[in-house]
């Protein structure tokens, strides 16, 4: 007959605990991330929001080109995080929700103005 010896003596190497630290540093990280680019979309709003009055053409697009690729960037790692509706956060914002459907892609604007620059 063999004895086994109390489980609260015995080491502790359960595989659920490592996961649950995993996921739960993972998750850390993603949340980090997401207040990194909400500061950046921030800061690209504030950023379009200066631009009153009279100002070069150039320099509203590229400065919206810039809201653009920080929006974009920060609405997938919403979606990382499982937040896949963007809806409220537009409500929420500042953002002109014009600008971000009816202009060209991010892509076309900066063929425009590197064309324009040449």
């Known amino acids: 007959m ?3 010896p109390p489980k609260a003596l015995g080491p502790n190497f359960s595989t659920a605990g490592a996961f649950n630290v995993l996921e739960y540093e993972l ?3 993603r949340a980090d991330a997401l ?4 500061l950046k ?3 690209a ?3 379009l929001a200066a631009l009153k ?3 070069a053409r150039d320099l509203r697009e590229r400065v ?3 809201a653009a690729d920080a ?3 920060f609405l997938i790692q919403r979606e990382i995080c499982g937040l896949l509706t963007a809806a409220m956060w537009f409500a929420a914002t500042a953002y002109p929700r014009r600008s971000w459907r009816g202009s060209a892609s991010c892509a076309e604007r900066r063929q425009r103005l590197s064309a324009a620059s040449l």
Do not use: C, F, N, P
Not at 35 to 38: L, N, T, Y
């Open 2 to 4: 063999t004895v086994r």
């Open 64 to 66: 919206l080109d810039e």
């Open 45 to 47: 709003l504030a950023a």
């Open 53 to 55: 009055g009279d100002v």
């Open 35 to 38: 207040g990194r680019h909400g």
């Open 71 to 73: 929006v974009w960037a």
């Open 41 to 43: 979309v921030e800061k």
């Open 27 to 29: 998750m850390s990280e």
